[in-house]
């Protein structure tokens, strides 16, 4: 539950998001306000327009149309990737939705089939309507789509919502198929956008995902040759002191190391993990490495991404021959080398 961004705010975070915003005409006082209240907030709603020409696009959006005065959203995403602001407050964008869509909504949940229309959407979402014809044919421009997520990012990151707070018109209303997906343009799949919402979300506003492959990578380098003693059949987290590799939103390519001395039979195993901030992870592919004649110099190799509330380590197990045996091996150097990008 949140009560609507000021006009101001919402053109800052747009702008903040790195979109080029028109204003248009006297659009923080155009409305649908005595209607019907607006808010609170819960959402975003993506719609097409099945119009064409970003001018017209435009006006009829601002002004609307017989039996549907406008505006008809908050925003009009032309093909060119600008955002016209042509109203703020109540818009005749959502109409009437299902309200189990609603309550997935603001528990940020999968959403369930709208079958109903019952509930006042103009009330409770942001609107922002697309330039595009809605047949199925007509392309959806890269820049576009690029739009359409920072739109939504923009909102949901000023409000502390997740990507799931942002649907398409079809999620809402039964009947509805906006915005319909295109053959030759960018995804314009509701799942599409959202993960592309999630993405943005754990980056700062002027984040730009083009440019990420042209930076210069850090180097990592880490290593301990204190002697460890970890127990048979338990995961160990090197190196114990200091555990997190790396932090923060980062990409990585790390290659780890471990020398011990090893039983003939035995076998030790390795893997990088993601540890989040309520102690669940993502776990890498687990690399096992047979014991060898004198030191055993397993090595392990990950490479991956983390988001900026994610951490990196390593850990390590030990399987001796025997199912029986509990004795502990010493692991007597480690180490962690590679290369990240911030």
């Given at each position: 539950m949140a009560n609507a961004l000021t006009a101001d705010r919402l053109l800052r975070a747009l702008r903040a998001e790195g979109l080029t915003v028109v204003e248009v005409g006297d659009w923080r006082n155009h409305n649908r306000n005595s209607k019907g209240p607006f808010g609170p907030l819960h959402g975003v709603m993506i719609h097409h327009t099945v119009t064409k020409g970003s001018a017209a696009t435009v006006d009829?959006?601002?002004?609307?149309?017989?039996?549907l005065p406008g505006p008809l959203c908050h925003g009009v995403i032309t093909k060119d990737g600008r955002v016209h602001l042509?109203?703020?407050?109540?818009?005749?964008?959502?109409?009437?939705?299902?309200?189990?869509?609603?309550?997935?909504?603001?528990?940020?949940?999968?959403?369930p089939a709208d079958n109903e229309a019952n509930t006042d959407g103009n009330r409770h979402?942001?609107?922002?309507?697309?330039e595009n014809l809605g047949d199925g044919d007509d392309p959806w421009p890269a820049v576009q789509v690029?739009?359409?997520?920072?739109?939504?990012?923009?909102?949901?990151?000023?409000?502390?919502?997740?990507?799931?707070?942002?649907?398409g018109h079809l999620e809402w209303q039964p009947g509805k198929s906006d915005p319909r997906p295109s053959p030759g343009g960018a995804d314009a799949r509701m799942s599409t956008i959202r993960a592309r919402i999630a993405e943005r979300l754990e980056h700062s506003p002027d984040w730009d995902p083009t440019k990420e492959d042209d930076d210069m990578p850090r180097a990592l380098a880490w290593h301990e040759t204190k002697d460890r003693e970890i127990v048979p059949r338990k995961w160990t987290t090197l190196p114990v002191?200091?555990?997190?590799?790396l932090t923060g939103a980062v990409r990585y390519d790390l290659m780890a190391q471990v020398a011990a001395v090893l039983p003939a039979g035995s076998t030790i195993q390795g893997r990088f993990y993601h540890l989040r901030p309520d102690g669940t992870r993502w776990t890498g592919p687990i690399i096992e490495r047979p014991a060898t004649d004198g030191n055993t110099f397993a090595d392990f190799h990950n490479k991956g991404s983390i988001v900026a509330t994610e951490k990196v380590r390593l850990e390590v197990a030990y399987y001796p021959a025997k199912a029986d045996d509990d004795a502990p091996i010493t692991i007597s150097s480690a180490y962690v080398r590679g290369l990240y990008w911030t």
């Open positions: 009829i959006c601002r002004r609307g149309y017989t039996g042509v109203g703020y407050g109540r818009a005749n964008h959502a109409g009437l939705g299902d309200d189990d869509v609603l309550r997935a909504v603001i528990a940020e949940q999968p959403l979402f942001y609107g922002f309507e697309c690029d739009a359409i997520v920072r739109a939504a990012t923009a909102i949901s990151r000023e409000h502390g919502w997740g990507e799931r707070s942002t649907i002191e200091y555990t997190d590799l």
